[in-house]
C-alpha cells in the first residue's frame, strides 16, 4: 500500500522531527497523568497501598472540594455562553465596514495582553470597600457594596473574565465570518432575507466549527479565571469564586495529595469528556454542512 | 506602518538595554544613596579605670605668728619660700615705743620708792610722838604703797620681757615660710599675721577632680606614687586621704584629696597622679557616644553582609548589649561579638535594617 | 434601507463601540496616567485605601486620570532605589526568554511532523496533545511536582521552564500553520532532490515565520504572566516573577505600584502594538479547523 510505504519513507524524519517534543511530552505530561491516576487510586505515595475508590468517596465527602467543584462548574456555565455572546456581539458589530476597525480590534485585544498582576491595583482602587465605585455609589445614594465579599465577587469575575477574553474570541469570529462566503449573504439579499433570517440562515451555520472551536477554549480560559481570583483574593477568596484550582491549590499546600489526585483525574476526566462530546458534534456539524 | 514598526523595534531595544543597564549600575547607584557609615570592631578586656590629675601641694598646718606689740617692723629676716628651722629668727620689730613706756615705768617705781621713804620717815616720827591712831594709818599706807610697787615691779618685768622676747619673732617649728606680711619700717598690724610658716610635721596635702566613674576603684588610705614637678623630677609616696563630691555635685566627679609626706617639700609644688585601675568586668568595650537607648535597653547598630542578587549589600541592625561597667567615655557590655562591626557615625539617620554603604 | 438610515446605524454602532473600547482601556489607562503622578499625589487619592479600619467611613479612593503634575518620581524610585523590581524583571525574562524559545524550536519541528509527514496514529496523537492542552495547569501539579523533584530541579527554574518548553500548545500552533502550507511546495522540493530536512529549513521555515512569530507573542504573553508555577514550585521569594512580586507590593507600595505596573506591561504591550498582525493570525490558526 502506498501509505504504508510513506510510513517506512517517513519514519527516522519522523524521529528527528517529533522526538524532542514526545519526549518532553512523555515526560512531563503523559507519565505525570499516568502517576496522577495512580496516586488517586493509592492511600499515599510511601505506602501505596491500593484503596480503590476511597479517595473519590473522600473527595465527593468533602465539602470544600464540592463547593469548588459545583463553582468551577458555575463558573463555566455562566461565563462560557456570556462570553459567547458578547464576543459574537462584538463580532457582528465589527464585520461590516467601519470607520477605525482595525483601531477598535486591537483596542478589544489589548486586554488579552496585559498581564493581571499590573491591574490588580486598579480593581482594587475601584472595588474595595472604600474604592472609587462605592464612593460613587455614596454620592448617588446608592448602599455601597462589598464587592469581594459578597454575591458580587462572581459578578466582578465574569467582568473581568469577559475583559481579558472577549478580543480573542472575537478575533476567531471575525475569521469565521470572513470565511463565509459573501455570495450567500447577497443571494440571500436577493432573495429578500431580512438581516435575522440571514443571521439564523447563514451567520449560524457557517460560523458552527469556530462556535465550537470558541466553546473549547472559553472553557479553558474559564479555568484560567484562577491567576485573576487568586492575585486579587489569595488562596481563600469569598465562598462563591472559590474554584477547583483554588482547592487543588490547597491541596498541594496541605500535601494532600490523595484529594488532590482525585480531583485532578476527575477535573480531567471532565474537560475530557467535554471536549470530546464538542468535537464530536462539530465533526457531526460540519457534515451536516458540506452535505 | 513600516515607520511605527521601526520606532517600536528601537523603543523595545531601549527599553530592555536601559533596564539592563539600571542593573549593572543598580548598586552603584543604590550606593550613592545609602547613608554612609564609619565603623569599629570592639576591644575585650575590663574597663580601663585610669585616673589623672594634677594639684599644688598645700600644707597640711600653718603656723601664724603675729606680732606681740605695736610696733614697727625693724628688719625682715626671713622672706617667702624660705626654709626655717624652730628658732629662727623671722622679724625684729622695734621696740623703742615699749622701752620708753619701760622707762617710765622705772621712773614710777623710783617715784612710789621715795614716797615709800617719806611715809616710813613719817612713821618714825610718829612713833616717837605716840600718836596710836595715826601709827596705825600710816602703817596701812605704807603697806599699801608697798603693794603698789609690787605691781609696778610687774609691770617691768612684763615689759622687760616683752621686748626681750617680741622684740624677734622666731618660727616655732621647722618648715617654710609661706606669706610675709611686714615690710621694714611699717607699722605690723596686731590683727593679722606677719609670717605664716608652713609646717612640714604636718605634711602636705593636694587635691583633684576625677570622673566618679573613674573614681569607683579608689579608696581611702591607698598608696599612690606622686610625681613632684622640680628639677629633678622625683617620685615620693603619698596616700589617699578624703574622696568627696565635687563642688557641682551634679556632674558626679569627686575630689580627691592626697596626703604627702616627705622631708623637702614646698607649698605650691606642682604635684600629679596617675594611678590605673582596672575594672573587674569582663566584656566588650564600646565608645560611649555610639550608644542608643529604646525602650528595651541599650543598643549599638551592627553591620551586616547579605550577598545580594547584586552583589554584596550592607545592613544595619540593631544589637543589644547589656552594660555591664562605664566610666567617662566607654562602656564594657555583653552582647557583642568581637568581630562584629558597630557603627560609629553614620552620615544620615539610620534604623534597624537599614541598607548602608561603607 | 436609505443611506441615511445607514449613516445614523453606523454612527450609532461607532458610538457604541467607542465607550466599550474606552472602558476595556480604562484599566490600562488608568495605571499608565497615574504612573506619572508623584507619590505624594498617589498618597492623596488613594489614601482611603490604606487598609481595613485605617480608613474612615465615608472616605472612597478618587480616580484621577490627569496628574496634577507630571512627574517621574514613581520611576525613579522603581529603577533606582528598589533593586529588588530589576530582580524580578531579570527572574520574569530568564523565566519567560527559554520557554519561548524552547517551545518555538519544538514546536516547529513537531508541528512539521504532524503536519506534513505520515506516521500511524498521528491523528490520535494530535488529539491527545490537544488535550493535554485544554487541562488546567493543576491538573499534573504533584507529578510534575515530582518529576522536578526527581531531576533536582525544585526551586530552580528549570521545573518551571523544562515543561513550558514543552507544552503542547507550541506543537498544536506550529500544526496548525503548517497545514496551510500546500503540499506542493515539498513536492516540489522533493523532485529537486531535496530530503525532509532541507526542505524543512530552506521551504517551510520561511514560509513559516509569521506562525513562528505569532506563537512567539502568544507564548510570551501567556508566559509573562504566569502566576501558578512560580508560587508552587518556587520557595524562594526573591526568585518570584515579577508577575508575583507585583501583586504582593500592589497593597503596600501602592506609591510606586503604578509606575512597576507600567514597567511591567511595557515589553507585552510594545511586542503586541509591535506583532499584533501575527498574534491576530495566530489567534486565527489556532481557530481554523480543529
Sequence with gaps: ????????????????????????????????????????????????????????RALWASGSFRKAF??????????????FAVSLGLAMLL???????????????????????????????????????????????????????????????????????????????????????????????????????????????????????????????????????????GPYPYDTIYTLQHFMNNMFQALDYPKLTAAAVLLAIVIGATVYVLFAAERRSRRALEQ | MQRRKQALRWLIGFFFLGLLALTFLSNTIQGLSLPKVSVDKPDTGGLDLTVTGEGFLEPGQTAQLYPEGDWKVERVLKSKNDRVKRGDPLVTFDTSSTERTLQDERTRYEQQKLQLDKMADQLKTMLREGDPVGIDNQKRDIEMQQLDMQVQERKIADLQK????????????????????????????????????????????????????DASMLRIGDAVKVQLDE???????????????????????????????????????????????????????????????????????????????????????????????????????????????????????????????? | MTIAMRNALTGIKFVFLGLLA?????????????????????????????????????????????????????????????????????NSVKLTLPIILGQAAVGTLAGFAFA??????????????????????????????????????????GAIVLPGIFASFGVFLMRQFMSGIPDAYLEAAKIDGAGYLRAFLHIVL??????????????????????????????????????????NIAEGARGVAFAASVLYMTPVVFLFLYGEEHLVEGIQMSGIKG
Design chain 2, 162 to 213: 616683752l621686748i626681750a622676747e617680741g622684740g624677734t619673732l622666731k618660727s616655732p617649728v621647722d618648715g617654710v615660710v609661706t606669706a610675709v606680711n611686714a615690710s621694714e619700717g611699717a607699722s605690723a598690724g596686731r590683727g593679722q599675721p606677719v609670717v605664716e610658716v608652713a609646717d612640714d610635721s604636718s605634711g602636705y596635702q593636694f587635691s583633684i577632680t576625677a570622673d566618679g566613674d
Design chain 3, 206 to 247: 520561511p514560509l513559516a515565520r509569521p506562525g513562528v512569530a505569532a506563537l512567539i507573542l502568544l507564548s510570551f504573553v501567556d508566559n509573562w504572566n504566569m502566576v501558578e508555577q512560580p508560587i508552587l514550585f518556587l520557595a524562594e521569594t526573591v526568585r518570584q516573577p515579577l508577575s508575583v512580586y507585583l501583586a
Design chain 3, 116 to 157: 506534513k509527514l505520515a506516521f500511524p496514529g498521528r491523528d490520535k496523537l494530535f488529539f491527545v496533545y490537544l488535550l493535554t492542552m485544554l487541562m488546567p495547569f493543576q491538573v499534573t501539579l504533584v507529578p510534575n511536582y515530582l518529576v522536578a523533584d526527581k531531576l533536582g530541579l525544585l526551586n530552580h527554574y
Design chain 3, 22 to 90: 474606552a472602558a476595556m482601556l480604562f484599566p490600562v489607562v488608568l495605571t499608565a496616567t497615574n504612573s506619572f503622578m508623584s507619590e505624594d499625589e498617589i498618597g492623596r487619592h488613594y489614601e482611603a485605601l490604606g487598609g481595613g479600619d485605617s480608613a474612615e467611613a465615608g472616605k472612597h479612593a478618587a480616580i484621577r486620570l490627569i496628574p496634577e503634575q507630571v512627574s517621574l518620581s514613581q520611576f525613579g524610585e522603581v529603577l533606582l532605589k528598589r533593586p529588588k523590581f530589576l530582580l524580578h524583571f531579570w
Design chain 2, 231 to 358: 628639677e629633678p623630677r622625683r617620685t615620693v609616696e603619698g596616700s589617699i586621704s578624703e574622696i568627696e563630691d565635687a563642688a557641682e555635685a551634679e556632674s558626679g566627679n569627686k575630689r580627691i584629696t592626697f596626703d604627702v609626706l616627705d622631708a623637702a617639700l614646698k607649698p605650691g609644688l606642682k604635684a600629679s597622679v596617675h594611678i590605673v585601675n582596672q575594672s573587674k568586668s569582663f566584656g566588650m568595650q564600646i565608645p560611649k557616644d555610639v550608644l542608643e537607648q529604646d525602650n528595651e535597653g541599650y543598643f549599638v547598630y551592627t553591620v551586616s553582609e547579605k550577598d545580594g542578587p547584586l552583589g554584596t549589600a550592607y545592613y544595619v541592625s540593631k544589637t543589644y548589649i547589656t552594660v555591664k561597667d562605664e566610666n567617662g567615655d566607654t562602656v564594657v557590655a555583653d552582647g557583642l561579638m568581637p568581630d562584629e562591626s558597630y557603627v560609629t557615625e553614620s552620615s544620615e539617620p539610620i534604623g534597624d535594617g537599614d541598607r548602608v554603604r561603607y
Design chain 1, 1 to 56: 500500500m502506498r501509505r504504508h510505504r510513506q510510513y517506512r519513507r517517513d519514519a527516522p524524519f519522523v524521529l528527528l522531527f517529533l522526538a524532542p517534543s514526545l519526549a518532553g511530552f512523555l515526560l512531563f505530561f503523559i507519565i505525570p497523568f499516568g502517576a496522577v491516576a495512580y496516586y488517586s487510586i493509592i492511600d499515599n505515595p510511601v505506602n501505596g497501598n491500593l484503596v480503590g475508590f476511597d479517595n473519590y
Design chain 1, 95 to 233: 464585520k461590516g465596514a467601519l470607520p477605525f476597525r482595525q483601531t477598535f480590534r486591537s483596542m478589544f485585544l489589548l486586554p488579552m495582553v496585559v498581564p493581571v498582576a499590573s491591574i490588580i491595583l486598579v480593581w482594587q482602587t475601584l472595588l474595595q470597600w472604600n474604592g472609587a465605585v462605592n464612593g460613587l455609589f455614596l454620592k448617588w445614594g446608592v448602599e455601597p457594596v462589598d464587592w469581594m465579599n459578597t454575591g458580587w465577587a462572581l459578578a466582578v469575575m465574569l467582568l473581568v473574565f469577559l475583559w481579558k477574553n472577549a478580543g480573542y474570541n472575537l478575533i476567531v469570529f471575525l475569521a469565521g465570518l470572513a470565511n463565509i462566503p459573501a455570495e450567500q449573504y447577497e443571494s440571500a439579499s436577493i432573495d429578500g432575507a431580512g438581516a435575522i433570517r440571514k443571521f439564523r440562515h447563514i451567520t449560524v451555520p457557517g460560523l458552527a466549527p469556530t462556535s465550537f472551536f470558541v466553546i473549547v477554549m472559553s472553557i479553558v480560559s474559564s479555568f484560567k479565571v484562577f491567576r485573576e481570583t487568586y492575585l486579587v483574593a
Design chain 1, 70 to 83: 459545583v463553582n468551577s462548574l458555575m463558573f463555566a456555565g455562566v461565563s462560557v455562553p456570556l462570553l
